[in-house]
């Protein structure tokens, strides 16, 4: 589901943990995380755009049926990488890492709507907590179910400047913009029968 955050310093994401899924009104059952990530992106004046990752740390969720599911995920600011090592100690300097740890998604509510064959749109409704600051997010997506399990994806904006988090300026002229594209992917798989 997720794609955010900063080259010397920014915002990241993480997303929330779905049971297997179907239709929005028919029963589901709870299925283990068995994959999660966070991908952000973010631009720069002269390098131009720029992405990181982050693996979901933790997730958990309850609900029997899609539109009931509620949950949590983190992630956690050491592990978010951008694949270049000074950026990434800048980026854990400006989200103050050793303050604020971890980044955590509170799923309050999933609107389901309709696709096509196993794919349903969704649009996530919940809590975004980063750098000590909790504001509302809404991230659209998609779950797929499949023989193995459900895979869910959602996407959605931050201003990190919401988060307390001032843009990046390094040498006068490099500045990291505030706006992130956060992406989530989770995969679900349920337990052999």
Not at 113 to 136: C, E, F, K, M, Q
Request: one cysteine or more; hydrophobic letters at 45%; glycine letters at 12%.
């Amino acid at each position: 589901m997720w794609r955010a955050l900063c080259r010397t310093g920014g915002v990241a994401a993480l997303l929330v943990a779905f049971p297997v899924v179907r239709p929005a009104a028919q029963p589901v059952v709870p299925a283990p995380l068995t994959a999660g990530g966070v991908t952000f992106l973010l631009h720069s004046t002269i390098i131009g755009h720029f992405t990181g990752r982050a693996p979901v740390a933790r997730a958990e969720f309850t609900g029997s049926r899609l539109v009931d599911v509620r949950g949590t995920a983190e992630v956690l600011v050491a592990q978010m990488l951008t694949g270049n090592g000074l950026r990434d100690r800048h980026m854990r300097e400006t989200m103050h890492a050793d303050s604020f740890p971890t980044i955590r998604f509170d799923l309050d509510s999933v609107q389901a709507g309709a696709g096509p064959g196993d794919t349903t749109s969704v649009v996530l409704v919940g809590r975004l907590a980063i750098h000590g600051v909790t504001r509302p997010v809404r991230a659209t997506g998609s779950v797929v179910a499949h023989p193995g399990g459900e895979d869910v994806d959602a996407t959605f904006g931050l201003d990190m400047r919401d988060y307390g988090i001032k843009p990046p300026v390094r040498a006068v002229v490099l500045h990291v913009g505030p706006d992130v594209v956060v992406t989530v992917h989770l995969s679900f798989g349920r337990p052999p029968a």
